[in-house]
């Protein structure tokens, strides 16, 4: 562990990072390093297979140890396990890392496994996931609310 880091801290950052943007954040489900990426992995492995319009409803009912996504459930799946995987960059690069840089991302998806087609699309059509100081993080809720109900793209 690097000198800068916490115990706790990568659950804290990734809450505070998901609550910016008004998301949920379900108990255990990424309350550290392992955990958070093994998720997010069975998340997006499932959005792959039910396609990108899923919501995270179809996600809970197409896998098993996911339950307590009930939390998220109206939201759609791809803006939820983008906004985490992103979450999770930034609380690992804040707690493990002493801080994080946008670069780092690029190594972050490769070492994790984490990609997900269009991913840096995605990215830059969402910088408030990575950008705290970003002035739209508030809406971002709201934009995975109108995709799950196939009102926006």
């Known amino acids: 562990m690097s000198q800068c880091y916490t115990s706790g801290d990568f659950k804290k950052y990734f809450n505070e990072n998901m609550k910016a943007m008004n998301l949920p954040v379900p108990s255990t489900l990424f309350d550290n390093f392992n955990a958070a990426i093994a998720n997010a992995g069975l998340i997006l492995e ?3 297979t039910l396609g990108k319009g899923a919501t995270i409803a179809e996600i809970i009912k197409a896998t098993t140890g996911l339950e307590k996504l009930k939390v998220a ?9 983008g906004a985490a995987i ?6 690992s690069g804040r707690s493990l890392g002493c801080g994080y840089r946008i670069t ?17 699309s995605f990215y830059m059509m969402h910088p408030e996931i990575l950008d705290k100081r970003h002035n739209f993080r508030q809406v971002y809720f709201a934009k995975a609310i109108s995709v799950s109900k196939g009102v926006g793209a």
Do not use: R
């Not at 992103?86 to 609380?91: D, F, K, L, P």
């Not at 991302?105 to 496994?113: A, D």
């Open 104 to 120: 780092d991302m690029f190594v972050f998806l490769e070492q994790t496994n984490l990609k997900f087609d269009n991913w840096n």
């Open 46 to 48: 499932t959005l792959n």
């Open 86 to 91: 992103g979450s999770i960059a930034v609380a």
């Open 73 to 81: 459930a109206s939201l759609g799946a791809a803006y939820f396990v």
